[in-house]
């Protein structure tokens, strides 16, 4: 009976290393964010067909980089007890293995932007690929400024959503400029969180190299003061109005709030707050976005 249970469990265990792979909460993030870049940038009336090839299309891709990211950063996850578990560097799975669903996932995802939404959402997907997999991850190692580079794959995926919908305008750039800005100060309370495990990998990361906390205290408050502003340029840009604005306003404030007690006791729990605080940040901001474009 034992051996049994064993034979039926394993493919399921295989089947859940594999959809590990692609980070799925992470991925959870650029289902959303694509869909409201869709729904943000069309121009003509809603197709609920195109918005599902779109946004799964995004999320194969976003699978795929995330695939390849944990290939190139097996030894890194190896040493960190935060992802020592994940498949590869626990041994549950090869990386030439993780290397074929990357490919296929990635080929799958721009095949079906390409065809499914247009040609223009796919060149923004293989950008995202390109610039997370092949610039970020390896920046990682030799740079805490790889945060800025990383935050360009992080926002392209609103951008993705906005082409499948229509012409690449202002708008669209003003998405992706809040998307990018609010990642800054997600990752840094994220990175002060795990600031030990980080360490361990020795990554250069801002809470690595400065174990007082000033520095990446300065650069959260500074990515967060600029947030203010960015965070209404969908309302500068017509995308929203007045009620979007003040929500936006309101929400950020909060933030820079958190920020500037985390500057003053640079405490796990602050930290914690803080980045509790950006995770809910986001999808309110679209929540505000999306009701006062439409209402």
């Known amino acids: 009976m034992k051996t049994d249970a064993v034979a039926i469990t394993a493919p399921r265990n295989r089947l859940a290393d594999f959809v590990a792979l692609t980070k799925p909460r992470l991925n959870s993030l650029v289902v959303v964010t694509t869909g409201v870049g869709y729904l943000a940038g069309r121009v003509e009336a809603f197709d609920p067909v195109v918005l599902v090839h ?24 190896a040493r960190m007890l935060r992802t020592r578990d994940r498949p590869i560097p626990a041994g549950r799975l090869q990386p030439t293995e993780a290397i074929w669903l990357a490919v296929l996932l990635a080929v799958a995802g721009l095949t079906q932007l390409a065809f499914g939404a247009n040609v223009t959402a796919a060149i923004v997907a293989l950008a995202t690929l390109v610039s997370y997999a092949g610039i970020y991850t390896p920046m990682k190692r030799w740079t805490h400024w790889a945060v800025l580079v990383g935050a360009v794959p992080g926002a392209l995926p609103v951008v993705i959503g906005w082409a499948a919908a229509g012409p690449l305008t202002a708008g669209a750039w003003a998405l992706f400029a809040l998307v990018f800005v609010w990642q800054l100060p997600h990752f840094l309370a994220l990175t002060w969180l795990y600031r030990t495990d980080f360490a361990r990998a020795d990554l250069p990361l801002l809470s690595v190299s400065d174990p007082s906390g000033r520095r990446t205290a300065r650069h959260l408050l500074v990515y967060t003061v600029i947030l203010l502003p960015v965070s209404l340029t969908p309302a500068w840009f017509g995308l929203a109005g007045l009620g979007y604005a003040a929500g936006a306003t309101m929400l950020t404030t909060g933030l820079l709030v958190l920020a500037t007690r985390f500057a003053t006791d640079r405490s796990t729990d602050r930290a914690r707050m803080l980045f509790r605080a950006t995770l809910l940040y986001l999808p309110l901001v679209w929540g505000l976005l999306l009701v006062d474009a439409t209402g």
């Open 54 to 77: 779109t946004t799964i299309g995004a999320a194969l891709v976003a699978g795929g980089a995330a695939a390849l990211n944990q290939i190139a950063e097996r030894d890194l996850d």
